[in-house]
């Protein structure tokens, strides 16, 4: 992972912020001040120029010099300020999920989207993976979906993705379980056709802990799966997870869970990721 420059990832996400220091809007429902302190965290390291999207009467009885945007209605606002560019990104923060990618489908006129999170292993090792949302990857094509698409935003950061198929069990387990047997046969198809495509790819079956180490980009067997093993690293294993951007190109919209309370990193993420799109649009214009 060294050799497609993942060790320098973090570095030049964070140089990308500070020197773009996007304005980003931060969804807020049931405010408390280790959440408030991580979003002002945020603008004080020069990540960002902040802003708060919800009941500012519950904001301001904890108090914050970051400016707030009233509202009852964090999930649409946070759509509405992205569409109108008045924010140049947004995170959900700890807005309701359901809510604010269904106002966010509904603004971009979409059906579906797509997600990759950006995490850490406990020992700091960075990787992306997909699908995350309950509701993405439960078939091949969507799989498919979110390897090009994915592979297409790893290469705006410099790196050459190496995607790490995984499935329900190793191919000796054949026959034990149809479920299994299905994992196993969409793994081999999935990985071939990407390869097809020029994506360097391997189905590396229920071998996560091989598949870190050869792969930068890890596809889990489906949304349920990948949402799972994003919560373990997380929020049980000593990882960490800086945000799940959704897919898309003129925008930026990074999903985040509300557990934890910790947005500074997922702030960040979000300024860097404005800062490649304002380069992508000048190289296209």
């Not at 960002?48 to 010099?65: F, H, M, P, R, S």
């Not at 699908?131 to 790893?154: M, Y």
Request: hydrophobic share 45%; proline share 3%.
């Amino acid at each position: 992972m060294e050799n497609n420059n993942m060790g320098a990832l973090l570095e030049a996400i964070e140089m990308r912020a500070r020197v773009n220091r996007a304005r980003v809007a931060m969804g807020i429902r049931n405010p408390n001040p280790k959440l408030l302190e991580s979003a002002w965290k945020a603008q004080e390291l020069g990540y960002a120029q902040v802003v708060l999207v919800g009941i500012k009467k519950e904001i301001d009885e904890i108090g914050t010099k970051l400016e707030v945007v009233d509202t009852d209605n964090p999930e649409k606002t946070l759509a509405e300020l992205m569409i109108s560019r008045k924010v140049d990104a947004v995170i959900r923060g700890t807005a309701m999920a359901s809510g604010a990618l269904a106002h966010l489908k509904k603004a971009l006129e979409k059906k579906r989207i797509c997600r990759l999170a950006l995490l850490l292993t406990v020992d700091g090792t960075p990787f992306f993976l997909a699908p995350v949302g309950i509701d993405e990857g439960n078939t091949i094509g969507d799989k498919l979906r979110i390897i090009t698409l994915g592979a297409e935003h790893i290469r705006r950061f410099g790196i050459e993705p190496a995607v790490g198929v995984l499935s329900g069990g190793r191919i000796g387990d054949v026959g034990r379980n149809k479920r299994v047997d299905r994992t196993l046969a969409d793994g081999e198809f999935v990985t071939r056709r990407a390869l097809e495509l020029g994506i360097n790819a391997k189905h590396h079956t229920i071998l996560i802990e091989d598949a870190i180490k050869e792969s930068n980009f890890i596809i889990a067997p489906d949304g349920i799966s990948g949402n799972l093993i994003f919560r373990t690293i997380a929020f049980l294993g000593g990882g960490d997870g800086l945000g799940a951007p959704v897919l898309m190109d003129n925008f930026v919209f990074v999903d985040t869970s509300r557990v934890g309370g910790h947005f500074t990193k997922a702030i960040m993420l979000a300024s860097a990721l404005s800062h490649l799109n304002k380069e992508r649009q000048k190289v296209i214009h």
